[in-house]
């Protein structure tokens, strides 16, 4: 199992920046591939970006160029910088891991509330 706690998230102004981040514990070595995700009121749960263990990434089209998704290995930490946040970018965000083995792990989730 894989054990995911994140953080980070909170209340923004339009154009604002907020960077968020995933813990990792447990058995990370399986680990294969993570991911953001995100959840708005009364919507589908959403891909943001994710990222592989060799380091290949991959961004909705309606966060490129804003928001960027990076790993630190030794910390055992995923993160997502987000840039010129825009009152749409609310919503839960949720960090995901995907093992070796295809089973997948999800965090508890953090909300950002982007808002004047």
């Known amino acids: 199992q894989v054990q995911l706690v994140e953080s980070g998230g909170g209340l923004v102004q339009p154009g604002g920046s907020l960077s968020l981040s995933c813990a990792a514990s447990g058995s990370i070595f399986s680990i294969s591939a993570l991911a953001w995700y995100r959840q708005a009121s009364g919507k589908e749960r959403e891909l943001v970006a994710g990222?592989?263990?060799?380091?290949?990434?991959n961004y909705a089209d309606s966060v490129k160029g804003r928001l960027t998704i990076s790993r630190d290995n030794a910390k055992r930490t995923v993160y997502l910088q987000m840039n010129s946040l825009k009152p749409e970018d609310t919503a839960v965000y949720y960090c995901?891991?995907?093992?070796?083995?295809?089973?997948?792990?999800w965090g508890k989730g953090t909300l950002v509330t982007v808002s004047s």
């Open positions: 995901k891991t995907v093992r070796t083995n295809g089973l997948t792990n």
């Open positions: 990222i592989t263990i060799g380091g290949r990434t």
